[in-house]
């Protein structure tokens, strides 16, 4: 109740109640305001969390695989947060599905000036990296989705997109379950996570294994999903046990990179 409510147990008495077997029962109390040793506390929780933003520097790198050259953007003005995966920055596995993935993606041409425009989702955003580094491999008027459990991380996503003047829907969601049932992507990137604390969880990536392909735009013979996982991650067996058809465009002895298309 005390993390709930955004207190910590020093705003809150915590006195031994009884016990059975191995475990403890205790009875917490808030204490007196005057009592309260986190005055610096608000009532306005955006305002508390404002208070460990750090405004930093993205380097993104972007390849052209008919030359083989690998070129850098730079973002100024990031917004990371403590807790954030890989600090809110770019890590090396993202940094390898990005130099895997072509410098253009394919785009069907539109029959009509009515028909939606080029959707990308970023799945598991984190601060939005992904879809940062993806923006300038796309038409400008695409349509991006963002899509993270963790509200730290859509906050500074968020805030990221709203510096770069580029629109975008943040959205929180477990997997694919917060979206539109019927929303499709003609582009899917992620690099989502294989652990839970320090032991390997694969439930994310079965979840995208089992649903990317449904999600992948039907109209359009060129929409895929893209992803990195590290190399023991058993990527080719889960996609099967799926039935779903992933090839490997790129691995080295860390990192493999996989692509799904419809």
């Known amino acids: 109740g005390a993390a709930r409510d955004g207190k910590s147990f020093r705003d809150v008495s915590v006195v031994f109640v009884s016990a059975c077997g191995g475990f403890a029962v ?47 953007e730079t973002v100024e003005n990031w917004s990371v947060y ?42 598991c955003a984190g601060s939005g990296v992904l879809a940062a580094a993806v923006r300038r491999r796309v038409p400008s008027d695409a349509a991006l989705t963002l899509t993270d459990a963790d509200a730290v ?10 510096s770069l003047k580029r629109g975008a829907m943040i959205c929180a969601s477990d997997g694919f379950s917060g979206l539109a049932p019927r929303a499709t992507f003609d582009l899917i990137v992620s690099n989502p996570p294989v652990h839970l604390g320090l032991q390997p969880e694969f ?9 990317c392909v449904e999600r992948l735009n039907a109209n359009n013979p060129h929409a895929s999903c893209w992803f990195v996982a590290q190399r023991y991650v058993p990527v080719a067996s889960i996609c099967a046990d ?3 058809e992933a090839r490997c465009v790129f691995s080295d002895d860390r990192f493999a990179v996989w692509k799904v298309a419809r």
Do not use: C, I, W
């Open 203 to 211: 439930t994310v990536l079965r979840r995208l294994a089992r649903e």
């Open 82 to 123: 403590p807790g954030l995966f890989a600090g809110g920055g770019l890590d090396v596995m993202t940094a390898a599905l990005l130099r895997a993935m072509p410098d253009r993606f394919p785009v069907q041409e539109k029959s009509s000036e009515s028909e939606t425009p080029f959707a990308v989702l970023d799945y």
């Open 26 to 72: 205790v009875k917490a109390t808030a204490k007196p305001a005057e009592d309260t040793k986190t005055p610096h506390l608000s009532d306005d929780k955006d305002e508390d969390v404002s208070r460990f933003r750090t405004v930093t520097t993205l380097t993104l790198p972007s390849s052209d695989s008919t030359t083989e050259k690998t070129s850098t």
């Open 153 to 162: 991380a859509l906050r500074a996503a968020r805030e990221n997109f709203a």
């Open 242 to 244: 799926a039935d779903v």
